[in-house]
C-alpha cells in the first residue's frame, strides 16, 4: 500500500491511500508513512509503485498495458481531486474567514454555526446544511456551495441541538429521526430548522425566514387573482409545489394582505412558526404544532372555537385533517392550506388519496362545494440567474366543479390549458408568457412545463421570422397561437390584450 499525506487548501492535514492488504509503506527515519509535500508531490514518482500495486491487487499476470495504465489514471484522477478539490466560491470563503480563523482558536460549536449563519444572511443564502464531520454548505439561487471549516462532531450537534429543540422535540428526533423548530438570533433574523439523522449522525438544514411579510405584488405571482382569493370569506384554498417551492411565502403574502385590508380573527397553526406579523387591522394567532397544540387536526378542532374568520393550516397531512378543513370551510371560514403536490389535478387526487374508494363520492362532492381556488408553483431560474415562481392556477369554475363531483379529474388540466374559463391559467400559459417576454430561457421553460411539446407548439406563433412577435421597441409581444396539423387544441387565439389574465401582465 502507498500512503499520501498532504494538506487541502484549506489546511487540512490529508492521508491518501492507495489500498492493499500489505502495512503501509514506512518512511525508514521516522517510522511512519511516507510524507510528501505539495511542492515535492509528482504522479511521476510514485506511478512504478502504482502499477505494481494493480497488478497485485488484480491477480492476473497477463493484465495487459493497457488496463494497467487505465487503473493508473483513475487512480490519479480520485487522488488529484482529494488533494487538490474544486476552489470554494471566493466571496463566500471571505465571508466565513472569521470562522476559519476563529475555529483554530478555539470557537465553540455553537458560535461556529452562528458564524455560518452570518455567512448565510450575508450572502443571501436561502439554505446552511450542516451535517457532523462534513463540510458546511449554502444554498443560493438553488445551487449548492461549500464554505471553507468542518462541521462539530455528533457530540457537540446534539448539545446544540438540544439547546435549539427543547426536551420534547428532542425527543421527537431521537423517536423518528427528525425534528422542526423556529429559531430567532438577535442581528441576524428569523430561521426555520429541521433537524435530521444521517447514517445515525446528526444533522441539520436552516432555512433563512424574512422578518417583513411579502407583499402580493412582490411575488411574480397572479396578484390580482390572488388578492381576490384571500379576501373570500369562505373557501378552502391549497397552496401546492415541491419542498422549497415558495408555499409559505405566498400564504404569507396573502394573510399580509388580509391583514392590511380587512378587519379578521386570523388563526396560524405551524409547524414550526415561521414569519412573526406584524398586526395591523387584523388580529393575528400564531399557534405552534408540538408548543401550543399536539397536531394540526387538534388545533384545527379548536380553533372553531376560537372565533375563526381565517385558519392558516402549515400542511394538510393525513384525512382527519382534511376532513376538519372540509368542516370549517362549510360553517362559513376560510381556510389556507398547503400540499407537496406539483399541479391542481394532483391536489385533488392527492386528498382523495387520504380517504377509502368507498367515500370518494362523497369526498369529491364536498370538495366541489367548498373549494376555494388552488395555486402550484415551481422555481424558475430567470436570465439574471435568480429564481421566480412559474404557477398554475385553478379556481372553481361551473366546469372545474363538475369535473371535481364527477371524479374527472384527469381531464381538469386540459381544461386550465384550454384557458377559455377566466381564472384559469395554465403552466404552459406562464412558461409562454415568460418566455416571450425573455423572463426565462426557453430550455429552462421546456425543463419546467409538465407538457413542452405543447409550449414549442404554442411558441411557434412568435418564431416563424426573426421580426414576428416583437414591436419597434424589441419587446417580445403575445401573438395568436397557430397549432400544427393534427396538434392538441390549445387556447384559441386571441388579441394581444384580450382577457389575457391580470396576473401574468
Not at 126 to 133: A, C, F, H
Not at 159 to 167: D, K, P
Amino acid at each position: 500500500m502507498l500512503c499520501l499525506e498532504g494538506k487541502t487548501h484549506f489546511g487540512v492535514p490529508l492521508q491518501v491511500a492507495f489500498m492493499h492488504n500489505d502495512s503501509p509503506e514506512e518512511d525508514p527515519e521516522t517510522k511512519g508513512p511516507v510524507h510528501i509535500s505539495d511542492d515535492e508531490f509528482s504522479f511521476a514518482d510514485v506511478k512504478p509503485t502504482l502499477a505494481d500495486e494493480v497488478l497485485a491487487e488484480s491477480g492476473d499476470a497477463n493484465l495487459d498495458l493497457d488496463s494497467v495504465e487505465s487503473l493508473i489514471s483513475d487512480a490519479e484522477t480520485t487522488a488529484a481531486q482529494v488533494l487538490n478539490p474544486a476552489p470554494v466560491n471566493p466571496e463566500l470563503a471571505a465571508m466565513a474567514q472569521a470562522h476559519v480563523q476563529a475555529n483554530h482558536s478555539g470557537m465553540s460549536p455553537r458560535h461556529q454555526i452562528e458564524a455560518w449563519l452570518g455567512a448565510m444572511v450575508k450572502s443571501g443564502a436561502s439554505d446552511l446544511i450542516l451535517r457532523s464531520g462534513g463540510k458546511p454548505s449554502l444554498r443560493i439561487s438553488g445551487r449548492i456551495t461549500f464554505l471553507p471549516g468542518e462541521v462539530p462532531g455528533p457530540g457537540p450537534m446534539k448539545e446544540i441541538l438540544s439547546g435549539i429543540l427543547g426536551e420534547v422535540r428532542m425527543k421527537t428526533w431521537h423517536d423518528t429521526g427528525s425534528a422542526d423548530a423556529g429559531l430567532q438570533l438577535d442581528g441576524l433574523g428569523r430561521f426555520r430548522i429541521n433537524a435530521y439523522k444521517q447514517m445515525g449522525e446528526p444533522a441539520i438544514v436552516i432555512r433563512r425566514i424574512n422578518e417583513d411579510a411579502p407583499e402580493l405584488g412582490s411575488l411574480h405571482l397572479p396578484k390580482h387573482e390572488l388578492e381576490a382569493l384571500a379576501l373570500r370569506k369562505r373557501g378552502l384554498i391549497f397552496v401546492t409545489g415541491v419542498a422549497g417551492s415558495g408555499k409559505s411565502t405566498t400564504l404569507a403574502g396573502m394573510i399580509q394582505h388580509i391583514n392590511r385590508n380587512a378587519e379578521r380573527h386570523v388563526i396560524t397553526l405551524e409547524d414550526p412558526v415561521e414569519l412573526i406579523f406584524k398586526e395591523d387591522r387584523c388580529v393575528i394567532s400564531q399557534r405552534e404544532v408540538g408548543t401550543d397544540t399536539s397536531s394540526f387536526s387538534e388545533g384545527l378542532k379548536h380553533a372553531l372555537r376560537q372565533s375563526p374568520d381565517v385558519i392558516l393550516i402549515g400542511e394538510a397531512r393525513d384525512a382527519e385533517t382534511v376532513i376538519a378543513a372540509l368542516e370549517a370551510t362549510e360553517t362559513g371560514h376560510m381556510v389556507l392550506c398547503t400540499m407537496h403536490t406539483v399541479n391542481a389535478a394532483q391536489t385533488i387526487e392527492r386528498l382523495l388519496g387520504f380517504f377509502p374508494a368507498e367515500r370518494h363520492v362523497q369526498i369529491r362532492q364536498r370538495m366541489a362545494d367548498t373549494l376555494g381556488g388552488v395555486l402550484s408553483q415551481r422555481l424558475i431560474q430567470d436570465k439574471s440567474g435568480s429564481l421566480r415562481p412559474a404557477y398554475e392556477l385553478m379556481v372553481p369554475t361551473p366546469h372545474v366543479k363538475e369535473l371535481i363531483s364527477e371524479g374527472k379529474t384527469t381531464e381538469l388540466a386540459r381544461v386550465i390549458e384550454s384557458g377559455t374559463e377566466k381564472g384559469l391559467i395554465s403552466f404552459n400559459q406562464c412558461l409562454l408568457h415568460m418566455v416571450q417576454h425573455g423572463i426565462v430561457e426557453l430550455d429552462h421553460a421546456l425543463e419546467t412545463s409538465d407538457r413542452p411539446e405543447e409550449l414549442l407548439l404554442s411558441l411557434r406563433g412568435i418564431s416563424g421570422g426573426n421580426d414576428r412577435g416583437k414591436d419597434t421597441s424589441g419587446q417580445p409581444q403575445r401573438a395568436p397561437v397557430q397549432p400544427a396539423p393534427n396538434a392538441p387544441t390549445l387556447s384559441k387565439p386571441k388579441r394581444p390584450n384580450d382577457d389575457f389574465p391580470k396576473g401574468l401582465k
